[in-house]
């Protein structure tokens, strides 16, 4: 009697890295700073919300808000978003003011981007406090109701003729400004996490 011959699947061996890719991993988010935010505000553009992920985790931010109620979250690349998406959290929201009220409980000061005579040139602001930062539709600019929430708004500075910038360019020179103010205020030299939350963030990142 012919026996059948059944192949064994091993299953895989989760959390096994190697020492070097553990001790990145760590170092990685030894610096990840967990009360800085941006806010994607219906941003509809598949390479700029995949540029701007890459940003937020070149600039260390550990996760990012997407309000989206008249566009949709669009599909991201799997070349060009996949390692920046995999280690950046994404919180979703539809409802404006229920998620301004979160970030009022928290602490957290919100600021949208805009160019009215209220609007205050980025380096203005005090990055090194808990914020979020909403970055807004290129073509509609940011929702009424959030509009009508946030009260503070900032600019970028530009010496061109153009005095506009891609979001995803934009994203990226928010971003290195708080990195710098944080970095200047030795915010970077001590884990924002802590050691039991940290130590269990080091086994997740292991075995994505």
């Not at 994404?90 to 301004?100: A, S, T």
């Amino acid at each position: 009697m012919r026996r059948r011959l059944v192949p064994v699947r091993t299953p895989p061996m989760r959390g096994f890295i190697t020492p070097e890719r553990a001790e990145r991993i760590k170092s990685v988010l030894a610096k990840r700073q967990r009360d800085f935010t941006l806010v994607m505000d219906n941003i509809w553009d598949p390479h700029n919300v995949s540029a701007i992920l890459r940003s937020c985790d070149a600039f260390g931010l550990f996760r990012v808000h997407l309000y989206y109620t008249t566009e949709k979250w669009p599909e991201l690349g799997k070349k060009s978003s996949a390692s920046a998406k995999k280690w950046v959290e994404r919180v979703g929201h539809d409802n404006g003011p229920d998620m301004l009220a979160q970030f009022a409980q928290a602490g957290v000061q919100v600021i949208r981007t805009g160019f009215s005579a209220a609007a205050r040139p980025l380096y203005d602001f005090d990055f090194t406090k808990p914020t979020a930062v909403i970055l807004s539709n290129e073509h509609r600019g940011a929702s009424k109701e959030l509009v009508e929430g946030v009260a503070s708004e900032l600019y970028i500075p530009m010496q061109g003729m153009v005095q506009s910038l891609n979001v995803s360019v934009a994203a990226a020179v928010i971003l290195y400004e708080a990195f710098s103010q944080r970095r200047r205020a030795g915010l970077l030299d001590s884990p924002a996490f802590p050691p039991e939350e940290l130590a269990a963030l080091e086994q997740e990142w292991a075995d994505r």
